[in-house]
């Protein structure tokens, strides 16, 4: 936020800029190298022209002392002194030798002054060209026209000599240049590859010294003022290129500042960071530092630095990016493994200038990579890791077992040469609905080896992540269903056929059903829930269910062992509704088999057995019942016989008072009359006992026919099972059952038919024995009226007799009604038992075809196996 003027900034009317402060030294280090350069050589060149001097001076001063000491000798008349002394000769080689020196001082006084002269020109033109570069001026073209002019006067002939400067495409000439043979040529390139020249040549041939017509002084000026120029044009470019650098830099930290990720610039030079965003500060545990104080090595770990130096920066100079797994060092030396992508920065000409980095922190995904090798390793499942190009790049051994194919042929393959489908290579394929953006798919597909053969197979799909969190592959899940294919084919086909056995086993009002090994119930026909009181649409039912507690022990120790045994079992057992009511039931367990001959389930038959229960029960008490009765008809009998003696001991007491009155003995004959007028109906009830018996034994010899007949019915069925084989052994079984049941009812029934001519037996005795009784009562009446006058005295005894008569004759009735009453009863509860017993026979000889339709279900079983 602009608070305050910024020095170099017009910030008139703005509420915010961007302020980046850059040490210039390293961008100017070159320009100032050379402008050191050239000082040096400028330098150089006075102390050689001053060295120049002075060597002049000490050479020819001693000449000059010596011409000086003549002029003086002359001047003070010493020469005539000498004159005398030396010889005419001998002053004339001295005055030759004279006129030799001076010649000679001349021409080094002038040599020395034209070479002092050339070389100030040159220094002149060296430093005029090195002020104007370090000045600046408006445009390129302005600069090259100041460098041009100075070119002339800086040659040893500057009327004929002519200057050219040109760079890029700017190109600055004297009014005179023109090309000739003599000519001085010096170019120079700057970093960014333009190119640039200085020219200098002579419209006119010029005497050539040793080194030609341009002394070396004049060529090492010409390239020192190209070296200049190329020195200033390669700042003018950094700084040109350092305002695009932070002119792009500002457009892109207000991107980079919201990344998550580490994201900076470097320098491709010096390696110093020119930015790093807050979440690279923090991932290196620096928040809030300085980061151009930080260069890369501060928080790169040493292998990182040797991976960047030797691949990753060769190859980003090379292709523009390099992207790889790397680490980064905190300051606290934590070790964060990343994913590093290295770009190189251009500038709007294409010349690189920086190199900027993203990285990632893939501590989960090595994590998650690890997780998934360890997965790899240890699941049971075929699993494969395919990465977009459909390469296979991981693989566990499950996966080359289920594959047929080795574990180094896998790798590297194309998942679907190896483990294909139909849907490979179509818009299905797991890899392309990935990429489209399904997490994760499941389902079963038909996989093909190489050598053609299928597989079933659950597939689970879900991608998998790079370290920068893109979709680089999917990872597959292969399970083998092939034996649960078969499983499910061979349950198809049972079920299959239990359906067309269903129309015959929905139609039994027996429990029919199926339960797998396991003990689960599949199948329990309508008669059957009604049974139990379940419903399978809406209950899943066990085995166990059926059975109060006591007898599950006895169904899996005992029934379905043996039926597992011998594929059958039957007896009497007891289940148990659903509201825990037990029911006594007659149960048959068939074994199952598929077509080679494996148990696959249990079929059950189950037949209530409580009403049979009953009928036992009641001909039982029936029994009981009629043995009682007998046992009262004797103690009547008794009764009537002891107290027939007591009348006949006062009958003949009455005798032997017979005398004793008529009318006593008439009252006594009346009573007799009576007496055997009861007896003789007590005789015509128990005749009718007799044959109400007879009708018992009537319904009795029904039964035994029904008996027979099932007897027979159990014979046919036994030979049918017979004749059918080993498909007809559940015939047999049920047959024998039958037979069993129909030989225990006809023994029940010869126990009630000899009960029945017991009674019949002691009804006629006790017939016979009254029929006597009432002829010895006529045989008294009328030994009375023999008696008569006897009897008179005795009236007294006879009106006892009669009373005790009379007593009896109560007794007697009340006992007979008393035994009629039960006798009736009884039949009556024989009634209906036997019609109870023949609706159950008649139920029996319904469920006589239901017992052939379990026999056909239990053949087919047996049919199964034999296959």
């Not at 036994?718 to 007809?728: P, T, V």
Request: proline fraction near 3%.
């Amino acid at each position: 936020v602009v608070q305050e003027p910024v020095e170099g900034i017009e910030n008139a009317g703005l509420t915010w800029a961007l302020v980046a402060e850059i040490d210039e030294s390293e961008v100017l280090e070159p320009a100032r190298e050379q402008q050191r350069s050239t000082l040096l050589v400028t330098a150089i060149a006075g102390l050689l022209a001053a060295g120049v001097a002075v060597a002049i001076a000490f050479i020819t001063s001693r000449q000059v002392n010596e011409v000086q000491q003549v002029f003086d000798d002359v001047r003070i008349g010493e020469f005539q002194t000498r004159a005398r002394i030396y010889s005419k000769d001998e002053l004339g080689q001295l005055a030759d030798g004279v006129n030799s020196l001076l010649d000679l001082l001349t021409d080094l006084l002038t040599e020395a002054e034209t070479n002092l002269a050339e070389r100030v020109k040159e220094l002149t033109a060296l430093h005029e060209v090195s002020r104007i570069v370090q000045e600046g001026r408006a445009s390129t073209a302005e600069l090259l026209a100041d460098v041009a002019e100075l070119l002339p006067s800086a040659w040893q002939y500057p009327d004929i000599t002519a200057g050219r400067v040109a760079f890029g495409a700017h190109d600055v000439q004297t009014p005179n240049f023109a090309r000739t043979r003599w000519m001085l040529r010096a170019p120079f390139e700057t970093s960014d590859g333009t190119r640039g020249v200085i020219e200098v040549a002579y419209l006119e041939e010029r005497p050539e010294a040793a080194e030609g017509p341009f002394l070396q002084e004049e060529r090492d000026l010409i390239n020192s003022l190209a070296e200049t120029l190329r020195a200033y044009f390669d700042r003018q470019y950094a700084e040109t290129e350092r305002t695009r650098l932070f002119a792009l830099m500002a457009r892109q930290t207000a991107i980079l500042d919201n990344l998550n990720d580490f994201a900076g610039y470097a320098s491709l030079e010096t390696g110093q960071t020119l930015y790093l965003n807050e979440a690279g500060l923090r991932m290196v545990g620096r928040e809030g530092a300085d980061f151009t104080q930080l260069v890369i090595p501060d928080f790169h770990s040493p292998a990182a630095i040797k991976l960047v130096n030797e691949e990753g920066i060769p190859t980003m100079i090379e292709h523009g990016t390099w992207s790889g797994e790397s680490e980064i060092m905190r300051k606290d030396g934590a070790i964060v493994p990343v994913h590093q992508t290295l770009v190189l920065i251009r500038d709007d000409d294409g010349n690189p200038f920086a190199a900027g980095t993203i990285m990632r922190d893939i501590t989960e995904q090595k994590q998650r990579q690890a997780e998934i090798e360890q997965i790899l390793n240890t699941a049971a499942d075929g699993m494969r890791l395919i990465d977009v190009n459909f390469d296979v790049v991981r693989a566990n051994s499950p996966m080359a077992a289920m594959t047929g194919v080795s574990m180094r042929e896998t790798l590297h393959a194309k998942c679907y040469d190896t483990f294909g489908s139909d849907l490979c290579n179509s818009e299905d394929c797991t890899l392309k609905r990935i990429l489209r953006g399904d997490t994760y798919i499941q389902g079963e597909v038909e996989k093909i080896r190489p050598d053609g053969s299928t597989v079933p197979t659950i597939i689970t799909a879900t991608p998998f992540y790079g370290p920068t969190g893109e979709i680089i592959g999917v990872v597959e899940d292969f399970r083998d269903i092939s034996e649960r294919k078969e499983a499910e084919a061979q349950r198809e086909e049972l079920m299959e056929q239990m359906s067309r056995q269903t129309a015959i086993l929905d139609n039994l009002n027996d429990f029919a059903g199926y339960a797998t090994l396991e003990g689960e119930i599949v199948y329990i026909n309508q008669a059957g829930q009604d049974m139990v009181g379940y419903d399978l649409q809406t209950t899943q039912v066990n085995v166990n269910d059926l059975y109060p507690t006591e007898e599950r022990r006895k169904v899996h120790e005992e029934y379905l062992p043996t039926a597992m045994r011998d594929g059958i079992w039957s007896g009497e057992t007891v289940i148990q509704r659903r509201d825990g009511t037990r029911i006594p039931v007659h149960q048959v367990y068939v074994l199952i088999w598929d077509k080679v001959g494996e148990p696959q389930a249990t079929g059950t038959i189950i037949r209530d057995i409580s009403d049979q229960r009953s009928i036992i029960t009641s001909v039982e008490q029936a029994a009981a019942q009629v043995t009682n009765a007998s046992e009262s008809m004797t103690d009547v009998i008794q009764m009537m016989v002891d107290q027939a003696t007591q009348s006949a001991e006062v009958a003949e007491q009455a005798a032997n008072q017979a005398q004793e009155g008529d009318q006593a003995v008439h009252q006594t004959v009346a009573a007799m009359q009576r007496i055997r007028d009861n007896t003789q109906e007590t005789a015509r009830r128990i005749k009718r006992l007799g044959e109400v018996s007879q009708e018992i034994s009537e319904v009795v010899r029904f039964i035994e026919e029904l008996s027979d007949r099932t007897t027979v019915l159990a014979l046919n069925a036994s030979i049918q099972a017979a004749a059918a084989g080993e498909a007809g052994r559940g015939f047999a079984v049920v047959a024998e059952e039958v037979q069993r049941l129909a030989e225990r009812a006809a023994g029940a029934t010869r126990e009630i038919e000899n009960l029945v001519k017991s009674i019949q037996s002691e009804t006629n005795e006790a017939v016979v024995s009254i029929e006597e009784s009432t002829r010895e009562v006529v045989d008294g009446s009328l030994l009375a009226q023999q008696a008569g006058d006897r009897m008179s005295e005795l009236s007294h005894l006879v009106n006892r007799m009669v009373t005790l008569i009379q007593e009896s004759s109560e007794t007697t009735a009340t006992q007979t009604s008393a035994s009629m009453e039960t006798l009736t009863g009884l039949l009556r509860g024989l009634q209906h038992s036997v019609a109870a017993f023949g609706l159950s026979s008649g139920n029996g000889a319904g469920n006589g075809h239901s017992t052939d339709d379990h026999a056909t279900l239990m053949g087919d079983g047996r049919a199964h196996r034999s296959q």
